[in-house]
């Protein structure tokens, strides 16, 4: 009985962290300007790419184009968020202060 129980803490444990890092726009929706990178990385996980000012996501599969993006200004605060995606142009979205390509 303990043996089962801890099997299933463990799945469930895997479960959210998997979820946790996958690509949705329900989270990037949950992304909100003036977020720390602390906060966008729990809603988020971590980024595929990390540059100065800058967090890309990008989907697991690679048939998915995704590309969501996170801005971040001087203050280490979210100053914009796009979601990019080619097979469905009509998603696109900006918010905040994002560089244009």
């Known amino acids: 009985m303990r043996r089962t129980g801890f099997l299933l803490a463990v799945a469930v444990v895997a479960g959210l962290a998997l979820a946790g890092c996958q690509l949705t726009r329900q ?3 949950a992304v909100s300007l003036g977020q720390t990178p602390e906060q966008v990385q ?3 996980g971590a980024p595929r790419y990390q540059f100065a000012g800058e967090w890309i996501y990008t989907s697991e ?3 998915d184009l995704t590309k969501t993006a996170v801005y971040f200004d001087a203050d280490k605060k979210v100053a914009g968020k796009s979601w990019e995606n080619p097979e ?3 998603e696109n ?3 905040g ?3 244009k390509p």
């Open 42 to 44: 729990k809603i988020l």
């Open 27 to 29: 989270s990037f929706q």
């Open 93 to 95: 979205l900006r918010e």
């Open 61 to 63: 599969d690679p048939r």
């Open 97 to 99: 202060q994002v560089p």
């Open 88 to 90: 469905k142009p009509w």
